[in-house]
């Protein structure tokens, strides 16, 4: 496994968690913003990582706006 996959997947896991915890009744809200922080240093570091190809870049960005949706 690349270490862009490790990247992906742990911004993954991230997003599941905060989708998770914003679901409860009463989501801790200094938690959410910890885990904000976190995803949003992997996405940074993801797209340091991933080279700056089209068809690559393209399926990134693509990955990470659809998860920004889905779990904004």
């Known amino acids: 496994m ?29 938690r959410l913003a910890t885990m904000k922080k976190e995803r949003l240093a992997l996405k940074d570091r993801l797209a340091r990582h991933q080279p700056a190809t089209g068809s690559t870049l393209a399926m990134a960005l693509r990955i990470l706006s659809r998860a920004k949706r889905a779990f904004a």
């Open 2 to 30: 690349k270490a862009g996959d490790l990247l992906l997947s742990a911004y993954r896991a991230i997003s599941r968690d905060v989708a998770r915890e914003r679901k409860r009744r009463f989501p801790d809200q200094i």
